[in-house]
């Protein structure tokens, strides 16, 4: 079994910085793409950033030149640096993996963290 656990999101006034992780655990031979996803309450889940293999990031425009997204895969650990956060970062942070194969057989998988939240004051 496969667990996403995340950590460091909070309360932050605007114009502050947070950093997300998220680390993988469990039997894990690869990991495809590994991102972070937002909800925010009456709203649909949406892409904040992801990252690949080969460390390839895509991001949404409305966090472009404030989130860095990276990772670790000696650790299977994703981060989200977020700096100038804004109110409408407001959001609960999820962790996704995507493509996680246990060994070199199995079909690949993907998971979700439980959420973090992120409190943007203003």
């Known amino acids: 079994q496969v667990q996403l656990v995340e950590s460091g999101g909070g309360l932050v006034q605007s114009g502050g910085s947070l950093r997300l992780s998220c680390a993988a655990s469990g039997s894990i031979f690869s990991i495809n793409a590994m991102g972070w996803y937002r909800q925010a309450p009456g709203k649909q889940r949406e892409l904040v950033a992801a990252?690949?293999?080969?460390?390839?990031?895509n991001y949404a425009d409305s966090v472009k030149g404030r989130f860095t997204i990276s990772r670790d895969n000696a650790k299977n650990t994703v981060y989200l640096q977020m700096n100038s956060l804004k109110p409408e970062d407001t959001a609960v942070y999820y962790c996704n993996a995507d493509g996680v194969r246990t060994t070199a057989w199995t079909r690949a998988k993907g998971y979700w963290g439980q959420g973090t939240q992120v409190t943007v004051s203003s």
């Open positions: 990252i690949n293999s080969g460390g390839s990031t």
